[in-house]
């Protein structure tokens, strides 16, 4: 059974910073490309990060660029988000993601369609 656990999520103070941890099980993490979405409440969810399967190329959602960090450790089954100089703006449920297994990580993964399996959220919130 495949399975795609997020954990680490939590209250954070603006300028605080988080990580986040994705433990993959059920199917063979080096052969995907994985992401990270987050959903504010009342709004569509957005990808904001994914990474490679071989970990050599990342794509980063403008509004998170410069402050958060993607990687993963696929003999770990782990994919991560550090997340730095966190904003009010960042407070979401954050979900680690796999696309389907054609899809490589590029732009597209700030769309729903790159999807294909969805964890559960974590959620992030950010205020003093």
């Known amino acids: 059974q495949e399975r795609i656990v997020a954990s680490g999520g939590g209250l954070v103070q603006p300028g605080g910073s988080l990580k986040l941890s994705c433990e993959v099980s059920?199917?063979?993490?080096?052969?995907?490309?994985m992401g990270w979405f987050r959903q504010v409440p009342g709004k569509e969810r957005e990808g904001v990060s994914c990474?490679?399967?071989?970990?050599?190329?990342?794509y980063y959602a403008d509004s998170v660029k410069g402050r958060f960090t993607i990687s993963r450790d696929n003999a770990k089954k782990m994919v991560y988000l550090q997340m730095d100089s966190l904003e009010p703006e960042d407070t979401a449920d954050y979900f680690c993601?796999?696309?389907?297994?054609?899809?490589?990580?590029?732009?597209?993964?700030?769309?729903?369609?790159?999807?294909?399996?969805w964890g559960q959220g974590t959620r992030v919130t950010v205020s003093s």
């Open positions: 059920g199917f063979h993490l080096g052969n995907f490309a």
């Open positions: 990474i490679s399967a071989n970990g050599d190329s990342t």
């Open positions: 993601t796999r696309p389907h297994f054609y899809k490589v990580c590029d732009r597209t993964a700030h769309y729903r369609s790159w999807v294909d399996a």
